[in-house]
């Protein structure tokens, strides 16, 4: 897989780039039958994120009134947000096929990924010196990225089912397919992270 992040020396901080970042490491070839079975594999993990998206968007509200009452994000829900993201994020690729290592039962709440899995997703909250005004108006702010966002799901759900043809016949990701693949999860990743209230820097219109 393409690396998503450019990093300093200075401990992997990470700069020109949105403050939620996924990498994912995908093997050259995969078995024929992975598109058929993964799926069904990761029935227990998609279970368990869906109840963790559930508990972050009640968390949000939480979130929200913290912020716009105290400016601040309380770091404890805001681990906890990070912890549903990743936890979707690893759910989601594997049953799609990204790579082949299942994923663990991990809830480390940490912004950083703790390792361990093809899939790497760290996020930077931003917990304090937050802008009241963009988070109380976030579900208005929110519209414009959420119609970018659903632009890019048409395009990269589509190139997910011609990849799943193709990996089943031949056992390879064609790589014009996955790039559109990732684009869809790069930009699902910083949507989550600034509907969460994660971060008010507003998604970028890019899939880079």
Same mark, same amino acid.
């Given at each position: 897989?393409?690396v ?20 994912v ?6 078995d ?8 069904v *594999?990761?029935?227990?993990?998609? +279970? %368990? ?5 559930? =508990?972050?968007? !009640? ?7 913290a ?44 912004p ?20 009241? *005004?963009?988070?109380?108006?976030? +579900? %208005? ?5 959420? =119609?970018?966002? !659903? ?7 589509v190139c ?23 684009k ?8 989550s ?16």
């Open positions: 897989m393409i998503e992040a450019i990093r300093n020396q200075d401990g992997g901080k990470t700069m020109n780039e949105y403050p939620a970042t996924i990498e490491d995908s093997p050259q070839r995969l024929n039958w992975r598109p058929l079975v993964q799926w *594999l990761a029935i227990p993990h998609l +279970i %368990i994120s869906n109840v963790l998206d559930n =508990l972050a968007r !009640a968390v949000s509200l939480v979130s929200w009134f912020i716009v009452f105290t400016g601040k994000l309380p770091e404890g829900l805001a681990n906890l947000q990070c912890m549903a993201i990743r936890y979707s994020a690893r759910a989601q690729t594997y049953a799609g096929f990204l790579h082949s290592t299942y994923p663990p039962f991990d809830f480390s709440m940490t950083a990924d703790p390792g361990g899995m093809p899939v790497r997703v760290n996020i930077r909250p931003q917990l304090e010196d937050r802008n009241r *005004l963009t988070v109380g108006l976030r +579900i %208005i702010w929110l519209i414009p990225a959420l =119609l970018f966002a !659903a632009l890019i799901a048409i395009v990269g759900l997910w089912f011609l990849a799943f043809w193709a990996v089943l016949f031949t056992g390879r990701w064609p790589e014009g397919l996955r790039s559109w693949v990732m869809l999860q790069r930009v699902g990743l910083r949507v992270a600034y509907a969460y209230l994660l971060t008010d820097e507003f998604p970028p219109f890019t899939t880079d």
